[in-house]
């Protein structure tokens, strides 16, 4: 994002810079200099109102596919987390089995 926003800064720097010198040399009359500086203005205008509008509906775009990529992995997570804890449990439910069933031997032996 840095590098197109230095992009487009240096080009509306390297064409300010043209259009002021093509003004100081230009040999035309000043009110017709002032009305294409107008003209170039609104031009430009119009297209960074362009440019901006794609960008804002780029981002937009961006925003709502890396939240939905978001979303899915979360429930990834959430989904192979409940599988993980019900394979706990279930171990955990067979060790106590086998532990209560040991424990009646040593009871019956004692």
């Known amino acids: 994002m ?3 926003g ?3 800064l240096g080009i509306l720097a390297g064409t300010a ?3 002021a010198l093509g003004i100081l040399f230009a040999p035309e009359k000043g009110s017709v200099t002032r009305q294409r500086i107008a003209d170039e203005a609104a031009t430009k205008r119009d ?14 775009s961006t925003i ?7 979303d899915e992995q979360v429930d990834y997570i959430v989904s192979n987390a409940s599988y993980k804890a ?5 171990t955990l439910e067979a ?3 086998d532990l209560k069933a040991k424990n009646k031997n040593l009871q019956k032996k004692a």
Do not use: C, F, P, W
């Open 47 to 60: 297209l960074m109102a362009e440019k901006a509008s794609e960008l804002r509906d780029s981002l937009g």
């Open 6 to 8: 230095n992009t487009v």
């Open 2 to 4: 840095s590098n197109n």
């Open 95 to 97: 060790k106590l089995k």
């Open 86 to 90: 019900e394979d706990v449990i279930t």
């Open 64 to 70: 709502a596919s890396q939240k939905e990529n978001l």
């Open 17 to 19: 810079v043209g259009a």
